[in-house]
């Protein structure tokens, strides 16, 4: 299970109730084809953010109960249809992705939670209305899952990030541990940088575990895919601190070995 923006999302797994995977198929399509406007390619900047305006006005026209010409927004309004989802949460993806055009520094972490609200936690948000089980509740603890995913994917792909002039690291945080721009972009894994990292993953790690419950709550297959959604996290947080946080050298990836741990940990038993 690699953390990153949307490969993280349980797309059509075997864990999925067979009867959501054609809207879990459709809402993955969408973000997943919004953010490569934002991300991938030669695009000029305008140009990506005219695309994401133009799912803008798809979206419009679907609250509209228009028809959709394009097959995905066909899909995705089939799914809205059928399940009840809230459109606002397709419109903060698409302002996070539209963010992702114009920012590239965070000045404290409150800035980097705030990017995550849009960015990932609408995700968890939808698959609670999905489950059915979208109470204020679930959803506080869904939120706390998917920002502390979308922070692992941050550190681990920090290297990634850095060769689109992207910093997630809030600036604040890194001054105080004496970090600078000029060593993110030298690769300098030395002990301000590690120290740095450690204070991300522990805090990170601290996140998710507070969501935790959530996968208690919500039965069945759909409690199991939560499950193993939240480990695969955790053991991405822990390949972090087994390199001592040089992502620089040693991007962290789940492999083999550790499918088998995650999925035992997700069927056996649950972090406290």
Known sequence: MSVDHYENF?????????????????????????????????LAPAERLARLAGYRASLLRLARGEAAPDPLFARLARAVREHRLPLQAFH????????????????????????????????????????????????????????ALQLTNFWQDLAVDLRKNRVYLPRDEMSRHGVTEADLFDGRADEPFRALMAFQVSRTRALLSSGAPLARAVAGRSGLELRAVVQGGLRILERIDRVRGDVFRHRPVLRGPDWVVVLWRAAARYPR
């Not at 879990?24 to 991938?40: G, H, L």
């Not at 302002?95 to 968890?124: I, M």
Request: aromatic residues 10%.
């Open 10 to 42: 349980p797309v059509a797994s075997i864990l999925l109730p067979r009867r959501l995977r054609p809207a879990v198929e459709a809402i993955y399509a969408f973000a997943r084809s919004a953010d490569d406007f934002a991300d991938e390619g030669d």
């Open 92 to 147: 903060d993806l698409l302002d996070a992705f539209s963010q992702d055009v114009v920012k590239q520094r965070y000045e404290s972490f409150e800035e980097v939670l705030d990017y995550c609200r849009r960015s990932a936690n609408p995700v968890g948000r939808l698959m609670l209305h999905l489950f059915g089980a979208a109470t204020e509740r679930n959803l506080r603890w869904s939120d706390a899952i998917c920002t």
